[in-house]
């Protein structure tokens, strides 16, 4: 209530600011998904990049869109179910992936997958499909995903395996983004009807100078009265 109020007591050049400020906001918007729209293009333009061991993945060599293509396995003693908050809150799942030669006597995580529940079924439908040989630990899958440092509950990942398992996580450990629809539909150009956040901060950025506009006004004419 107390924002409220100071939001509709501000002074004009108040107004103005946060026009300003929501108009880069805007702004950024538009640039961000230009940028992505061109890295898709890149990516597409590029090909597939061919599979690399994630014991040899190097972090600093990505392909365009950030897109890899690595040869793992699954270390099945650290599937987990994670949650945020209460018992209640909807799950997410984590597989760790390591390297094709990997025993399980690894103590440093390279890598995880991790997805809402939604997503799960999908993804153990893809893991499935991706199987090229066998390893130490089963199944060694081609992976084609993008790269990310960060993800949903990375910080309940990153617990659970540091906290809860004593792992350490690699210094360019990562979490794939599973690209269990294809490859071609991840980098699909986007539909130009495809809702972004830039019109309607444009928008608010319009209104919010409107008010600083009224407010000048006003604050004009009542000292115009006021000198009368």
Known sequence: MRLLFTFFTLPPWGYLLLAAAVFGLGVVDTRTTANTEAEKVAAREAGIPPVISLD???????????????????????????????????????????????????????????V??????????????????????????????????WTSHDDVAEDALTEEEGLRLAPDFFYLDPWFDGREAALAPR??????????????????????AAKFVWRRRRRTNAAA
């Not at 099945?76 to 990997?102: C, I, Q």
């Not at 130490?136 to 790269?147: F, I, S, T």
């Open 56 to 114: 040899d993945f190097d972090p600093n060599n990505l392909a365009p869109y950030d897109e890899v293509h690595i040869a793992a396995q699954i270390n099945t003693d650290y599937n987990y179910e994670l949650r945020e908050g209460s018992a209640t809150s909807s799950p997410y799942y984590m597989w760790v992936l390591v390297g094709p030669k990997a025993n399980g006597q690894e103590s440093v995580v390279q890598a995880a997958i991790v």
């Open 191 to 212: 539909r130009a009807d495809a809702a972004t956040a830039a019109p309607l901060l444009n928008q608010i950025a319009l209104v919010l100078a409107a008010i600083a």
């Open 116 to 149: 809402p529940k939604r997503q799960k079924d999908d993804v153990v439908a893809w893991l499935n499909d991706q199987i090229s040989d066998v390893g130490p630990l089963g199944a060694v899958m081609h992976l084609n995903g993008k790269h990310r440092t």
